[in-house]
Antibody, heavy 119, light 112 residues
Framework: QVQLQESGPGLVKPSETLSLTCTVS????????WSWIRQPPGKGLEWIGF???????NYNPSLKSRVSISVDTSKNQFSLNLASVTAADTAVYYC?????????????WGQGTLVTVSS | EIVMTQSPLSLPVTPGEPASISCRSS???????????LDWYLQKPGQSPQLLIF???DRASGVPDRFSGSGSGTDFTLTISRVEAEDVGVYYC?????????FGQGTKLEIK
């Protein structure tokens, strides 16, 4: 059973960089795409971007200037960096795996981690 | 980007009764391969979202057959044939046709 676990600081100061890591267990990262999704408190879901296990990336244009996703398959991890954060970036951040079938839907999700942007 | 619009946003349902959620996209999600690039997710209270339906109508592994997806192009529907108490939560549609993937606003299903 594939499991994903987000980790990183729960509090980030405005203008700083939010950094999170997703650790994958119970399966290999090889052959799959991996995404970050966020959810502001009480609101809906926003796709941030994904990375292929080979390192190729695709980002949401609304965040593209500030976001970077990287992968380390030797550690079974992928990471999110979001620069110049503001209070609007306060959200629960989820990592997820894309299935290899059909629409490549998000078939495994982490439990999510709340990141608050505040001084 | 493709805009996804769900209705209703709130859906009170009596257990055992059917329920339907509509999802409309601002452009067709019908790929040239003949498949609709539309997924449905359920976020139960306090949990991460879970995949219910992909390709518009294919149930994900382990999803009860009371859940079904239908529609094509820009109009899609998620139907629960007989709602159970465990079905409460927020349902989201999401397109998978291009980047960026976008979600509907969510439909909150509650038990009457």
């Amino acid at each position: 059973q594939v499991q994903l676990q987000e980790s990183g600081p729960g509090l980030v100061k405005p203008s700083e960089t939010l950094s999170l890591t997703c650790t994958v267990s119970g399966g290999s990262m090889n052959g799959y795409y991996w995404s970050w999704i966020r959810q502001p408190p009480g609101k809906g879901l926003e796709w941030i971007g994904f990375i292929h296990f080979t390192g190729s990336t695709n980002y949401n244009p609304s965040l593209k200037s500030r976001v970077s996703i990287s992968v380390d398959t030797s550690k079974n991890q992928f990471s999110l960096n979001l620069a110049s954060v503001t209070a609007a970036d306060t959200a629960v951040y989820y990592c997820a795996r894309h299935s290899n079938s059909g629409t490549n839907p998000l078939d495994y999700w982490g439990q999510g981690t709340l990141v608050t942007v505040s001084s | 980007e493709i805009v996804m619009t769900q209705s209703p946003l709130s859906l009170p349902v009596t257990p055992g009764e059917p329920a339907s959620i509509s999802c409309r996209s601002s452009q067709s999600l019908l790929h040239r391969n003949g498949y609709n690039y539309l997924d449905w997710y359920l976020q139960k209270p306090g949990q991460s979202p879970q995949l219910l339906i992909f390709l518009g109508s294919d149930r994900a592994s382990g999803v009860p057959d009371r859940f079904s997806g239908s529609g094509s192009g820009t109009d899609f529907t998620l139907t629960i044939s007989r709602v159970e108490a465990e079905d409460v939560g927020v349902y989201y549609c999401m397109h998978a046709l291009e980047s960026p993937r976008t979600f509907g606003q969510g439909t909150k299903l509650e038990i009457k």
